[in-house]
């Protein structure tokens, strides 16, 4: 494998992406557009029906974004984020499609980088005003950040941690449905970080409040980006210590002990809850 191909994580970006910060730089005719309305990305359908990212430029279509931003390059290749408020006459082979509806169904990483794109979108919008004083904020030259020019507040883009563990007995796995998974779907379980917590307290607080087990040796497998609005997956591998599953039906309304040879539907191969499942398959852990 090339070097420029490896990378570090199953999650990670390969080093073709290199990020950047440039507000200013003007569009290259051969840029990647990374351009959403309504939380929808524009994308392309090929003769095969395969979508791929559109990739003529915003001027070409006869548009120009309302905000656009330089995040980096690509093999090479400018990146931009962008935004339209408002909705334009497109050709027919291009459409707005709803980020997470392409996952799995594009490029892992155009599905990446849009995920960081987006991220930059919402955050722009959502912070165009500083929440100490309301003047309106303006982009530092080099970070990703905003800057109060009034009270100096400053405002970067907001990540909000999550876990997402297995929890292995002997041979077996616990695996959990939601009432919004397809028919007969379990995953692992997950839950959003709270302030003052280690993400070790995060995974044994979660595992008890859905399921009222107790878990030891708690280890790091890895993380996923999660831009749904804005979370970062922080995936573990853990062991069962004690109790007896009891659901709570507020989140989840099943969870069962699964061994691998008696595996329920589960998550896409592009989801860190399915690695997570298939480290137990190969490794047991
Ligand atoms: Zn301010």
Request: charged letters at 20%; proline letters at 7%; aromatic letters at 10%.
């Amino acid at each position: 494998m090339p070097y420029n191909k490896t990378r570090l994580s199953p999650f990670s970006l390969s080093r073709l992406f290199v990020p950047g910060i440039s507000p200013n730089k003007v569009a290259a005719a051969s840029a990647l557009w990374f351009v959403f309305h309504n939380d929808g990305l524009l994308v392309q359908q090929g003769e095969g029906g395969e979508i791929t990212l559109n990739s003529t430029p915003p001027l070409q279509l006869g548009f120009s974004a309302e905000f656009s931003l330089y995040i980096g390059t690509y093999d090479g290749v400018d990146i931009y984020a962008a935004e339209l408020s408002k909705p334009v006459a497109l050709p027919e082979t291009l459409y707005f499609k709803r980020l997470r509806t392409l996952f799995g169904k594009i490029d892992g990483e155009i599905f990446a980088l849009a995920g960081r794109a987006i991220q930059i979108i919402h955050w722009n919008r959502d912070h165009k005003f500083c929440g100490r004083c309301g003047s309106e904020m303006k982009n530092r030259t080099k970070e990703i950040a905003k800057i109060c020019p009034a009270c100096k507040f400053i405002s970067f883009p907001r990540l909000s941690p999550a876990v997402i563990m297995s929890v292995v007995r002997k041979n077996e796995i616990l695996l959990a449905r939601s009432p919004r998974f397809p028919a007969g779907m379990y995953s692992t379980l997950a839950g959003f970080v709270e302030p003052g917590e280690t993400l070790e307290e995060t995974v044994a607080r979660e595992v008890r409040e859905e399921v009222n087990v107790e878990i030891c040796n708690i280890s790091y497998v890895g993380s996923q980006p999660w831009p749904f609005p804005h979370s970062l997956m922080i995936g573990f591998s853990a062991n069962y210590a004690s109790g007896d599953i009891r659901v709570d039906n507020n989140e989840i309304e099943d969870a069962q002990w699964f061994s691998k040879n008696n595996m329920p539907l589960l998550p896409t191969r592009m989801s860190i809850a399915r690695h997570l499942i298939e480290l137990f398959i190969k490794s047991g852990r």
